[in-house]
């Protein structure tokens, strides 16, 4: 799904041939009058991801018992949905690696990191070297996670490590027994720390944003990356990040087919929007370029 849509992109944004390893002369060059501005693009994606994390963050956790038996429900419902397909591998990946504490320290790691590091890194590439290309797919991107927003609200979800945690959060059932690994053996953060709590909301599981932004990743940079090593690392990205949130407990497969969905949903959508906005958010290359 990823790269069938980044090569429709390729063929409706990128004619140029433009080439991330190429001179600066070989980047994109919007229409005079309508650069983007480094300054007005923070305060944007500021902007909106402090509205997103206050909208999320409304319709979760911490609105009590209530939403816990949804999200406990739900969790059974996916459960039930992997069962039935005799995909339920979840506890069983994590068991693989369970005891070996720097394997997993380092997922947890990556985990936490890499969901903002790469992401970022992908719109700074696109940003500098390919302004046109970037005003569509942070289009994209916002489209996403404002899907991802809507999933939160309607299908609150119990992640696998709060099964049985006998927290406030978890649902305390002795009939699994997952390890919330950002717990122990730990890495930069956890959940339960008292700020995370604070802040977020413990059942914004379906879909998974992790996933939904690493196939973004590569459906927003493939088709700039011209070095064989670059392309092929961007295409992992997606299934490390997979087996990240499973050996973590943070979320089902099921989850991060919900993530890839998003992006497929989202990318119409925020393509469209993108060719309606003004030059100073979407820049568009001058008419002589185009033919």
């Not at 011209?226 to 407990?249: D, E, G, Q």
């Amino acid at each position: 799904m990823a790269l069938e849509v980044a090569d429709a992109d390729t063929r409706t944004d990128d004619e140029s041939g433009d080439d991330s390893a190429a001179t600066p002369e070989g980047s994109e060059r919007p229409s005079m009058g309508a650069s983007l501005h480094w300054w007005s693009e923070l305060l944007i994606i500021g902007a909106f991801y402090g509205v997103y994390t206050i909208i999320r963050n409304q319709f979760g956790s911490d609105l009590g018992p209530s939403v816990k038996q949804t999200a406990i429900d739900n969790a059974h419902d996916v459960i039930a949905w992997e069962r039935a397909v005799h995909l339920f591998g979840e506890k069983g990946i994590q068991d693989l690696f369970i005891e070996w504490d720097l394997f997993i320290k380092f997922w947890n790691i990556f985990y936490g990191f890499c969901h903002f590091a790469v992401t970022i890194g992908v719109m700074a590439l696109l940003f500098l070297r390919h302004p046109v290309r970037y005003g569509v797919q942070r289009t994209v991107l916002a489209f996403t996670t404002a899907l991802a927003l809507v999933g939160f609200a309607l299908y609150p979800l119990m992640p696998p490590r709060l099964l049985n945690d006998c927290s406030g959060f978890g649902a305390c059932d002795p009939n699994y027994s997952y390890v919330d690994t950002l717990v122990d053996p730990g890495g930069f953060w956890s959940f339960n720390s008292s700020a995370m709590m604070d802040i977020s909301n413990q059942y914004a599981a379906m879909p998974s944003l992790h996933v939904a932004w690493a196939v973004w990743c590569v459906v927003a940079a493939l088709p700039v990356l011209r070095r064989r090593w670059a392309r092929l690392a961007l295409l992992s990205y997606p299934w490390l990040t997979l087996f990240a949130v499973m050996v973590t407990a943070n979320h089902y497969w099921l989850d991060a087919v919900g993530g890839a969905l998003a992006v497929a949903i989202a990318y119409p959508a925020g393509a469209l929007l993108a060719r309606r906005l003004p030059g100073w958010l979407a820049p568009r290359r001058p008419a002589s370029a185009a033919r």
